[in-house]
């Protein structure tokens, strides 16, 4: 009897430190994904950031082009438009950023 219930906490060892294992393996891989999430935002919002200065600028030359008769109303507000989008890009690129940063915090159990 006394070595059944031996053979069954042994039992009940082994398989409480597989589901501890497999939890280990769960966060360290929910990690990795939390910061594989951030790098990736973060570069996307580089790339936004630098889209939008190249639109500004693309917009300063389409309106002074303009200004000197060599554009149309068209090109300049094509400009405007890319300009536009890139700020909107940009504004999605932080949200993404801060959201990944909020995540990969919750992963390491910052929050």
Same mark, same amino acid.
């Given at each position: 009897?006394?070595?059944?219930?031996?053979?069954?906490?042994?039992?009940?060892a082994?398989?409480?430190?597989?589901?501890?294992?497999?939890?280990?393996?769960?966060?360290?891989?929910?990690?990795?994904?939390?910061?594989?999430?951030?790098?990736?935002?973060? $570069?996307?919002?580089?790339?936004? *950031?630098?889209?939008?200065?190249?639109?500004? $600028?693309?917009?300063?030359?389409?309106?002074?082009?303009?200004?000197?008769?060599?554009?149309?109303?068209?090109?300049?507000?094509?400009?405007?438009?890319?300009?536009?989008?890139? *700020?909107?890009?940009?504004?999605?690129a932080?949200?993404?950023?801060?959201?990944?940063?909020?995540?990969?915090?919750?992963?390491?159990?910052?929050?």
């Amino acid at each position: 009897m006394t070595r059944a219930k031996a053979g069954s906490v042994v039992a009940e060892a082994e398989a409480v430190k597989e589901q501890r294992e497999d939890a280990r393996t769960l966060v360290q891989l929910d990690v990795q994904r939390a910061v594989s999430l951030e790098v990736d935002a973060a $570069e996307r919002l580089q790339v936004a *950031q630098t889209a939008l200065a190249s639109a500004n $600028e693309y917009l300063t030359i389409q309106r002074d082009r303009y200004r000197n008769g060599l554009a149309n109303q068209t090109e300049v507000l094509a400009a405007e438009t890319r300009r536009a989008d890139s *700020q909107r890009n940009l504004y999605t690129a932080r949200y993404d950023h801060a959201l990944a940063v909020v995540r990969l915090k919750r992963a390491t159990g910052e929050l």
